[in-house]
């Protein structure tokens, strides 16, 4: 089954830096999820027009777009490569067929978005609050 996605994969390199996707952006524009074959990616959410918060790095097998992939939605972070990155790049059309056949992996990937949508709004919250001092 990986012998098969992987093939049905495009693989991108990334040069550090480089951003992947941005926050906000439309799963009309890229619906796709990736995972990381080699290289590192940071993961930041904007707060403002002027705040960000780094709220993790991503390395080798690690995945970064599921919401999207899964679920439609608009990208919830930007994703950036802080080192050369080689990314396979998994589209619905080419992981539809896997989901079908293995409930678990639909269940697996649901379960990291659960974690990670948690994560990023505590990491908010703390950032929030890390921020905000005590009235006079």
């Not at 480089?18 to 930041?44: A, H, R």
């Not at 790095?57 to 690690?62: D, N, R, V």
Request: charged share 30%.
């Amino acid at each position: 089954e990986r012998v098969e996605l992987a093939s049905r994969c495009i693989y991108v390199c990334l040069e550090p830096d480089q951003v992947l996707f941005e926050q906000g952006e439309s799963p009309e524009t890229d619906d796709s999820m990736y995972v990381v074959v080699t290289g590192s990616l940071k993961v930041t959410i904007w707060l403002s027009l002027e705040a960000s918060i780094d709220v993790a790095s991503l390395g080798p097998a690690e995945a970064v777009g599921e919401m999207t992939l899964l679920f439609g939605n608009p990208r919830t972070a930007t994703i950036t490569a802080t080192s050369r990155c080689e990314l396979a790049k998994v589209s619905r059309d080419a992981i539809t067929p896997l989901l079908q056949k293995r409930e678990d992996i639909l269940e697996r990937l649901s379960e990291i978005v659960k974690t990670r949508e948690l994560k990023n709004k505590e990491s908010v919250r703390l950032h929030r609050a890390s921020n905000t001092g005590p009235s006079d």
